[in-house]
């Protein structure tokens, strides 16, 4: 994956997270497991990135 789809696919984790809580405090979320899976999914993403970004920067160096 390119930084570019990190970054798009970022977007829509967080998107997911926050319909999640706004779900849970409407009463609508059965399974608020939901809601730990979608933070854990944007830390994972969010390494990629960093990953990637620091691959970058020793490249350039």
């Known amino acids: 994956m390119s930084n570019d789809q990190l ?19 409407s009463g609508q979320l059965a399974d608020t497991s939901q809601i730990s899976k979608a933070k854990k999914n944007i830390a994972r993403v969010k390494t990629l990135i960093n990953k990637f970004n620091k691959d970058g920067e020793a490249t350039n160096a």
């Open 7 to 25: 970054t798009d696919q970022l977007s829509v984790l967080r998107k997911d997270l926050f319909n999640y809580e706004i779900e849970k405090l």
